[in-house]
């Protein structure tokens, strides 16, 4: 298995280390936060004590161990180690940033195609893994290290979250054994998929009316765009998780082959979510907007300091250079 070894090399450095850091990138997604909580337990047995950096949103408080993850702006660099888990150095918050540069240990455990591997001490990335909680899952079920209902639990909400409930394209039969094997150690899925992937706030489904309504078509109408700007979402008091799903059900509208997502930030930076039907690879589309966008050929993501206006047009110049340089195939099978 691939990450057998990588695994093993970096548990006997984190076992050397005296105080780890597990992380990922700003604003943590499901899988992100299963992936670390789960290391963060499974060390925890062979007496490796660490923290996890990254406050969850809403749908992910209740996760084991979520009430004691440090806010990014509290983290210093007096780490010997730190593991960016399902993202890169790269999307990192400035204290993070700074925490990891200072390890002596620089790790990083992803399943994102676009990620480079350099700045790392200790790289394993898996690109076509459907997600980072299970590249942990087939490491451990090789190193014979056993399940347990709480590990169990955080795997099981980083597979669904970057699986959409196992109705995404990259669900794979390895998929659905996990699931299995996760399953047998007794969590309650239907609770643990309502709470991550439906559950929404009454402010939230308001929000999600809003840029739906005001969404925009171009490019022949295959590319929907969707908006939130600093004044709708101080309108609304959006947190973290309020707009989760949105690019999704963007995308599946009839006719549209890449949907977009673009959130306003009082920093004068835009977050861009990428969505694709298959067609466009849209995590190339996210490289070519910024330096540090990437993600999946189907979903991706890049942020840019500019304005909203800018932003939209960047994200339509890119959807359409990659529209035009479509194979005539491609584009017949749309």
């Not at 990192?92 to 390890?103: C, D, H, K, R």
């Not at 694709?276 to 996210?286: F, L, M, W």
């Amino acid at each position: 298995m691939v990450g057998h070894a990588q695994w093993s090399a970096l548990a006997t450095a984190l076992a050397g280390a005296n105080r780890v850091l597990l992380t990922g990138p700003v604003g943590p997604d499901g899988d992100s936060l299963g992936a670390c909580l789960a290391l963060q337990s499974v060390l925890a047995r062979d007496g490796v004590m660490s923290d996890v950096a990254g406050l969850p949103g809403y749908r992910f408080d209740f996760m084991p161990g979520a009430d004691a993850i440090l806010d990014d702006n509290d983290v210093r660099p007096v780490y010997d180690a730190v593991v960016v888990l399902d993202g890169d150095r790269h999307r990192l918050s400035p204290t993070v940033e700074a925490a990891f540069s200072a390890a002596t240990v620089r790790g990083i455990i992803d399943h994102h195609s676009s990620t480079k591997l350099d700045g790392y001490t200790h790289a394993w990335v898996e690109g076509t893994a459907t997600s980072t909680c299970e590249m942990l899952y087939a490491a451990w079920l090789a190193c014979d290290i056993a399940l347990d209902p709480t590990v169990a639990e955080l795997l099981y909400v980083g597979a669904i979250f970057d699986t959409g409930g196992f109705r995404y394209s990259n669900t794979t039969p390895d998929t659905h054994l996990m699931a299995a094997a996760l399953l047998k150690q007794g969590i309650d899925h239907a609770a643990l998929n309502a709470r991550v992937l439906m559950s929404r706030r009454e402010t939230a489904l308001r929000v999600a009316g809003e840029i739906m309504r005001y969404a925009t078509l171009h490019l022949d109408d295959q590319l929907l765009v969707g908006d939130v700007s600093n004044a709708l979402a101080k309108q609304f008091g959006v947190v973290s998780g309020d707009t989760e799903g949105v690019v999704d059900s963007l995308v599946y509208v009839q006719g549209v082959e890449v949907s977009a997502l673009l959130n306003e930030r009082d920093s004068g930076e835009v977050k861009i979510s990428l969505r694709s039907k298959g067609a466009v690879n849209v995590a190339r589309v996210a490289q070519a907007l910024s330096p540090g966008g990437g993600g999946h050929a189907k979903a991706a993501g890049a942020s840019l300091q500019t304005d909203l206006a800018s932003a939209k047009r960047a994200v339509i110049e890119h959807v359409s250079q990659a529209l035009a340089a479509l194979q005539p195939a491609e584009a017949l099978a749309k």
